[in-house]
């Protein structure tokens, strides 16, 4: 099959133990970096959300609220992703792109990634608690859920697309705490949907992305096929489209309205979008589909512009 080469550079062989020497205190402090995957801090950029829809994200509370939830979410995010690392470090050296990731290539020691990961989560806590006892409370809620798949779900098929999925609706929903706005029904089902069409995807590109002897590092992959998470996208993808043109048509009135509906184009866009890249093999990393698809971009920009417009004239 056809890949991307942007998206997804060559992959040599899988290594089973990391290289022999001691890395320099420099080379363990730019990996612990690395190992934090700071990338994918842009799905925390969902606590943006929940308040650029109730249109509070350009008054100064608002803002505020939103930057506490967002750095609180990356700190714990770090953490949670130097602890996962940690407990796969042993499957992640037999797969061949993970086995560069800073723990299991060695760079990175497993204690110091869980002692740096203790001391991220705590940061991650207390800026929480800064935003207020109830956004300390649905961070507290995600550390749970990301410590119960890495120590569990992650090996339950199904569940732990679920799991996954769920950890993007907490961030979703930490936005709409931190600055005290309701959430409406319409915006969980989105981000829900939403989020079980990109992990079904990623799981997906995974699957095709397997080496040729037919080992997979993800148990759960073992479980999988192609065609059944293809249905699951499908499925998520379709009804994600019909809820989000339910709420852009039946929720607005007037000028809002007419921008709310032309957003629906972009939309429908951005989803077939990812469709045909995860068709071609390169989906494992949603976060770097954003930074690299200029296509993507251009479509949800000109959502986002027609939303925003939508927004200020409700």
Same mark, same amino acid.
């Given at each position: ?28 402090? +730019?990996?612990? /970096?690395? =190992?934090?995957?700071?990338?994918? @801090?842009?799905?925390? #950029?969902? %606590?943006? !959300?929940?308040? &650029? ?68 989560? +705590?940061?991650? /806590?207390? =800026?929480?608690?800064?935003?207020? @006892?109830?956004?300390? #409370?649905? %961070?507290? !809620?995600?550390? &749970? ?43 969980l089902v989105v981000v829900s949907l939403g ?23 993800? =148990? ?15 499925? &998520? ?78």
């Amino acid at each position: 099959m056809k890949r991307d080469s942007a998206l997804n550079p060559p992959m040599g062989p899988p290594v089973a133990a990391p290289p022999a020497g001691t890395p320099s205190r420099r080379s363990r402090a +730019a990996g612990l /970096l690395r =190992a934090c995957r700071p990338r994918q @801090w842009l799905k925390n #950029a969902l %606590v943006f !959300a929940a308040p &650029a829809a109730a249109g509070v994200l350009t008054t100064g509370a608002g803002l505020r609220g939103s930057l506490v939830a967002f750095a609180a979410f990356c700190l714990a995010a770090g953490g949670s992703y130097l602890f996962n690392d940690a407990a796969d470090v042993a499957a992640d050296r037999r797969h061949p792109r993970k086995r560069l990731r800073p723990i299991a290539a060695g760079i990175v020691s497993v204690r110091l990634a869980r002692t740096a990961g203790a001391v991220l989560l +705590a940061a991650g /806590l207390l =800026a929480g608690l800064a935003g207020g @006892w109830p956004l300390a #409370a649905v %961070v507290t !809620a995600y550390l &749970a859920l990301t410590f119960s798949y890495t120590l569990w779900l992650k090996h339950q098929p199904v569940v732990d697309l679920v799991a996954v999925a769920g950890c993007h609706v907490v961030r979703a929903y930490a936005g709409a705490v931190a600055v005290s706005v309701p959430v409406t029904s319409w915006f969980l089902v989105v981000v829900s949907l939403g989020s079980l069409l990109l992990v079904a995807g990623k799981r997906e590109a995974e699957l095709r992305a397997r080496p040729g002897d037919g080992q997979v590092a993800r =148990a759960t992959l073992e479980t999988y096929t192609a065609s059944y998470l293809g249905h699951v996208r499908v499925m &998520a993808s379709g009804a994600m489209i019909v809820t989000y043109c339910l709420w852009a048509l039946q929720e607005h009135t007037g000028p809002a309205k007419a921008f709310c509906a032309l957003s629906i184009v972009p939309f429908v866009l951005v989803v077939l979008r990812h469709a045909l890249l995860v068709d071609r093999g390169v989906g494992e990393e949603p976060e770097e589909l954003v930074l690299r698809d200029r296509p993507l971009q251009v479509f949800l920009a000109l959502m986002l512009i027609l939303l925003a417009c939508g927004i200020q004239l409700a």
